[in-house]
């Protein structure tokens, strides 16, 4: 188990859990189907081999559908249970583990990377040396980006298992000169790699325990990497051409799991954010309403894992991310204040796809009362 707050779950919490996966099949069939024509526009139109959507609320699934292929130009049809990249949307499963971690002991949002990590600390750079958990997690230590188009380090710097490559891209990573400018917020992937670290430290395991922890707690199956890679009849990513990316092993996606490497099916994203309603609602039995809203909403703009905004439009407050790992994109956008999340996967990134994404996101707002 991840921590002691999970072993609080109620049997009747557990029974939900399951009876989840009925509801979810039951649901596609009978209410599945109001908005898949106009999905299947949009994704017709803007060039999107697969397109999966929900609306739920935190206890109910009004809406899940997957449309289209698999794979671009084939006869691998999309199936509700298909995977998809999370890409940066898994920054919102590792503040939430480190939530818990928090609220148990095992660490706390001030400590800070070196009081964990000695022994990189001399050859760091100073401007790094007072980096806390919650500096991390939150977008404001003062690093520059890094992502999957970076050239270097090369994998013949970085080497060992995955735990080990993790910590050896950091201490290397660590020694490059931080952000010359003050800003708000730096969205830099390698802050959540730190965070990944000082979790793994904090309990002794490797950050992929952690998360399998947490998914085998909330009967939610995590994953890592291309859905492909395991499963050739999963969804494959597609590039702005709409080239299929082959199964292969990348070693960058590894470096940035804790920033961007989860997969998952819909229906199991959609329990993760039905937990997030819950939650901000006060019905969470892990973690108070106000450590979800601290959660969400603690620091403007960008708190742990979930950016915010007040909509002009209606002045509803929402949480909300966006993942783009190069061949798939995710976004997930939730509203306490109408108790709706609004979840939208593709195998595929390009600028149209994302044009397409959000005119499906509008109209299903529009109808839910978002």
């Known amino acids: 188990m991840l921590v002691t707050c999970l072993q609080n779950l109620t049997r009747y919490q557990m029974k939900k859990i399951f009876v989840f996966a ?31 959507y929900a609306v739920v609320s935190s206890d109910s699934v009004f809406e899940i559908q997957a449309l289209g292929d698999q794979r671009y130009n084939t006869s691998y049809k999309a199936k509700i249970d298909d995977r998809f990249r999370l890409g940066s949307i898994t920054k919102t499963v590792t503040s939430y583990i480190a939530t ?10 001030d400590t800070k990377f070196f009081d964990l990590y000695p022994e990189l600390k001399s050859k760091s750079n100073p401007a790094t040396y007072d980096f806390t958990l919650q500096d991390f997690l939150t977008f404001r230590a003062n690093l520059n980006i890094w992502s ?22 950091i201490e290397w990573f660590f020694q490059q000169k931080p952000v010359a ?16 670290l000082m979790l793994e430290k904090a309990t002794g395991k490797s950050y992929e325990t952690l998360v399998y922890e947490l998914g085998k707690s909330l009967q939610i199956a995590f994953d890592f990497g291309q859905p492909n890679l395991k499963d050739k009849n999963q969804p494959w990513g597609h590039d702005e051409n709409l080239k ?18 989860i997969n ?45 905004e007040i909509k002009e439009k209606n002045q509803l407050k ?27 996967f593709a195998n595929v990134q390009s600028e149209e796809a994302d044009k397409g994404l959000t005119l499906l996101l509008e109209e299903l707002e529009k109808q839910y009362g978002g």
Request: net charge positive; charged share 20%.
């Open 100 to 109: 818990l971690l928090v609220k148990e002991g095992k660490i706390k949002w």
């Open 318 to 344: 929402y949480s909300f991310h966006n993942g783009n790992p190069g061949t798939f994109l995710t976004k997930v956008y939730l509203c306490p204040a109408i108790n709706k999340a609004f979840l939208i």
């Open 181 to 196: 400018e003050q800003q708000e917020i730096y969205w830099s992937n390698p802050s959540y790699v730190a965070a990944g």
């Open 22 to 52: 009925f509801y979810i099949s039951f649901l596609t069939s009978f209410y599945g189907q109001k908005n898949s024509s106009f999905a299947d526009s949009i994704r017709i139109t803007h060039k999107i081999p697969e397109l999966a």
């Open 148 to 169: 999957y188009g970076n050239e270097t380090p090369t994998p013949k710097e970085i080497k060992g298992n995955n735990q080990q490559q993790r910590y050896e891209f």
């Open 264 to 308: 998952i099916n819909l229906p199991d994203y959609c329990k993760f954010a039905q937990l997030q309603l819950q939650g901000l609602l006060g019905k969470s039995k892990l973690l108070t309403a106000d450590e979800f809203e601290h959660m969400h909403y603690g620091l403007p703009e960008f708190s742990f894992g979930w950016q915010s």
């Open 244 to 261: 299929p990316e082959k199964p292969a092993l990348n070693y960058k996606l590894n470096w940035l799991s804790a920033a961007g490497n």
